[in-house]
């Protein structure tokens, strides 16, 4: 099965989309009853937390958790959108910034000024894509980027999902007066999460039976495994605990000198891909197979062009002095072990 083919189906009778890239499940969007990122509340604030630098905000779906809260006194009402998942018992986080996402383009009404994807290197289609914004986006104080997508989009598309856009933003921000605590906008699922995100050509598989008929359940259920397999007989262990996540490499058979930087540089290529499919967020401590100092950074080199072309924002902390290597992540998914049993 060659090519890229992305599965519109559903899981435990959720919403579900699978990217399969060579018959491989590369990404996973799953649907919770939990507010999905990018909904969009009018709030109240609550009360501020003393040296965490924040307050709870209270909304229709529960208590939100917001940073930077200058100028706030519990009782103001404000905007506020859903940013991750929250881990069990806490409050799911918030903030002020909204962001209005689609396919082609990003509203951003707190920060204005047009812009284009750094992605797209061609001065000419710089040009005019800037020349299309400019024409949608005449008379309004709000902002925009225009995505990596739109290097291989259509004029009209692009123009069309700019107002589409840009109407709604102005919908929603104007809806900021209310007193009472409301929903304004659901967070995108799945199924239109892959439209937005998944933008490189795919052949598209909606049919009811497709996650199975794709052999998606089968490579899902894998996931239920703590341990991945690596090329050469290697392999990680996944295991998630309520502080962080420890990653464990190990070389498996192999005793050659080589054979922990060849386990580690595999580790790298494919943690990116472990962590979308099984919904992991927060600290993660990689616990490494031996190898020299000296090799440490065609390690590091490795890992961060494997982050690079992950859509998940995460940071490389660095080198503990135990010489483990820690990573934080964004909880932008919901972890899998909540969804399968």
């Keep these: 099965m060659k090519g890229r083919i992305i ?9 579900a989309a699978a ?11 799953l649907e919770t009853d939990a507010p999905a990122p990018g909904t969009i509340y009018r709030a109240t604030a609550g009360r501020p937390i003393k ?3 924040g307050m709870f905000v209270n909304t229709p779906d529960g208590t939100g958790f917001l940073r930077q809260v200058k100028g706030l006194a519990p009782g103001d009402t404000l905007l506020v959108q859903v940013t991750g998942f929250a881990e069990p018992g806490k409050a799911m986080p918030v903030t002020q910034k909204l962001l209005f996402k689609s396919r082609y383009a990003i509203i951003t009404p707190s920060a204005p000024g047009i812009n284009v994807s750094r992605a797209i290197k061609d001065d000419d289609l710089r040009d005019r894509l800037l020349e299309i914004a400019h024409e949608e986006m005449a008379g309004n104080a709000m902002g925009l980027i225009l995505r990596s997508s739109c290097a291989d989009a259509d004029a009209d598309d692009i123009a069309q999902d700019i107002a589409q856009m840009r109407d709604l933003a102005a ?5 900021a007066t209310g007193t009472a605590p409301e929903k304004l906008l659901d967070g995108d699922g799945p199924h239109t999460l892959a439209w937005r995100e998944w933008v490189e050509p795919a052949d598209v598989n909606s049919d009811a039976a497709s996650f199975a008929d794709l052999g998606v359940l089968d490579q899902i259920d894998m996931l239920r495994d703590v341990k991945a397999p690596l ?11 309520r502080a962080l996540t420890a990653v464990d490499v190990n070389t498996g058979a192999d005793t050659s000198p080589a054979a922990g930087l060849k386990a580690n540089l595999a580790a790298a290529r494919e943690l990116p891909r472990q962590l979308r499919l099984r919904g992991i967020g927060g600290q993660i401590t990689l616990d490494l197979a031996p190898m020299n100092k000296k090799d440490r950074r065609q390690f590091e080199t490795t890992l961060r062009a494997a982050f690079r072309a992950d859509q998940v924002e995460t940071a490389l902390v660095g080198w ?4 483990h290597f820690e990573l934080q992540r964004k909880r932008d ?5 909540e969804i399968i049993t």
């Design 7 to 15: 599965a519109l189906g559903e899981l435990n009778g959720n919403e």
């Design 19 to 29: 990217l399969l890239v060579d018959g491989r499940l590369d990404d996973l969007l």
């Design 51 to 53: 040296g965490q630098g």
């Design 171 to 175: 919908t929603v921000t104007g809806d």
């Design 231 to 241: 090329p050469g007989g290697a392999s990680i262990y996944v295991e998630p605990t």
């Design 320 to 323: 503990t002095p135990l010489g």
């Design 333 to 337: 998914r919901v972890a899998l072990s």
